[in-house]
């Protein structure tokens, strides 16, 4: 067999040698699956945050804090005004709590770690404004293996954040620019609205 590829021209054997190569490279080439998925999916939360919310949520969101922070757009915009705040970190505690409750038991010790050294403890990297004291008592529930470790910190941030930060989103131009939004489409709408009426009644003369 060696005798016989001996005896093949050099441009055969060279050839094979570039199949060989191709093939080797196609085969460890990674698959673009994951990235496709990946930028999909990021396309998708682009579009999701270009929905503009209507009338009908802001009204809700005018009557109580809760109702903002039971809508997933509600947070969202809340979010967004809590940026040009620079006290994002308050709402995503609130909600990194809310999903700890998620958990399965065996991840609760790890991930109550986390949300602490993240949230929590002096000099944390998004560190929300709690007093010693309940920042002590968190540590002992955590040490403690509780599942509402989070619950008072929880509420007191959701208080400071009802009492301070939604007083000013409400008076906000974020907000106003949104009713304005609002009532200039319903504008636009009554006044299509109305052009047809009259081009249905001529058109009945």
């Not at 404004?129 to 920042?135: H, K, S, V």
């Not at 040490?143 to 989070?150: R, T, V, W």
Request: hydrophobic letters at 35%; one cysteine or more; proline letters at 3%.
């Amino acid at each position: 067999m060696c005798k016989g590829l001996a005896t093949l021209p050099a441009t055969c054997l060279k050839s094979a040698k570039d199949i060989k190569h191709k093939i080797s490279f196609l085969l460890q080439k990674p698959e673009p699956h994951a990235a496709d998925q990946k930028e999909m999916k990021e396309k998708t939360v682009t579009t999701a945050a270009k929905r503009v919310p209507d009338a009908a949520e802001v009204e809700k969101w005018k009557e109580s804090f809760s109702n903002v922070m039971s809508c997933e757009m509600g947070r969202t915009v809340f979010t967004t005004f809590l940026k040009s705040e620079f006290s994002q970190e308050n709402v995503d505690f609130w909600i990194v709590c809310e999903e700890f409750k998620k958990n399965p038991p065996s991840k609760l010790a790890t991930k109550a770690k986390q949300i602490y050294q993240q949230y929590v403890e002096a000099d944390a990297p998004n560190e929300v404004n709690l007093d010693a004291a309940t920042r002590e008592k968190t540590w002992q529930e955590i040490e403690n293996g509780s599942l509402s470790c989070f619950d008072e910190a929880q509420k007191m941030i959701y208080t400071l954040m009802e009492k301070d930060s939604y007083r000013r989103f409400l008076k906000s131009k974020l907000i106003q620019d949104l009713c304005q939004k609002e009532r200039s489409t319903n504008h636009e709408k009554k006044g299509c609205d109305w052009a047809d009426s009259r081009h249905v009644l001529a058109g009945g003369a």
